[in-house]
């Protein structure tokens, strides 16, 4: 099965059944999806953990999609619940692994980068698991409010919100760093 196909013609063929375009799905979203999980739980294990509980969940509920919002709103959501639930079972955090260097031209530049690098990733790490989520899909995934307030199961004032008050933690914490 090809990438050309909609997600709702790939939802409508796995809801009849066809495994092919439930794979082709997953495929689709694999990265987004892990992404995410990843900067929500700061941990590649838990996080591809989660990520294979939500395609899991996706498939078992794929009956339950009505389509009433894009499928990967849908998957955003059941992974951004995944992640919440997995967080207040587990309240502790650590940080990213180390994916990208930064660049510098001097030793001491890529030090500081380094270091700028892993303070962010520990205060975002530190945000409550709800303004984490939602800093998460819109910084990071690029998600709208109007996504956000879907996958969250919340209003786009509530988004704001959250995100503001996310954005005023970072800006307290990485005050040292400007």
Not at 12 to 32: D, K, M, N, P, S
Not at 33 to 48: C, E, F, G, K
Not at 137 to 143: D, I, N, T, V, W
Request: a neutral charge.
């Amino acid at each position: 099965m090809e990438q050309q196909f909609d997600d709702l013609y790939l939802v409508t063929r796995a809801q009849g059944g066809h495994v092919g375009a439930f794979e082709v799905l997953v495929e689709r979203y694999q990265t987004r999806i892990y992404r995410v999980a990843l900067r929500m739980l700061a941990n590649p294990h838990d996080a591809q953990d989660a990520a294979q509980d939500a395609f899991v969940q996706a498939w078992k509920g794929l009956s339950g999609f009505r389509g009433d919002s894009a499928f990967s709103t849908w998957l955003y959501r059941i992974i951004t619940n995944r992640c919440l639930k997995f967080l207040r079972d587990q309240p502790r955090t650590q940080p990213l692994a180390d994916t990208h260097e930064a660049p510098a031209s001097r030793p001491e530049e890529l030090a500081e980068a380094n270091a700028r690098r892993d303070a962010l990733r520990a205060a975002i790490a530190a945000l409550r698991p709800e303004q984490r989520a939602a800093l998460v899909l819109r910084e990071f995934e690029g998600c709208t409010y109007e996504e956000i307030a879907a996958i969250l199961a919340i209003t786009v004032p509530a988004v704001k919100g959250r995100l503001h008050r996310a954005r005023l933690e970072l800006l307290g914490v990485m005050q040292p760093w400007t």
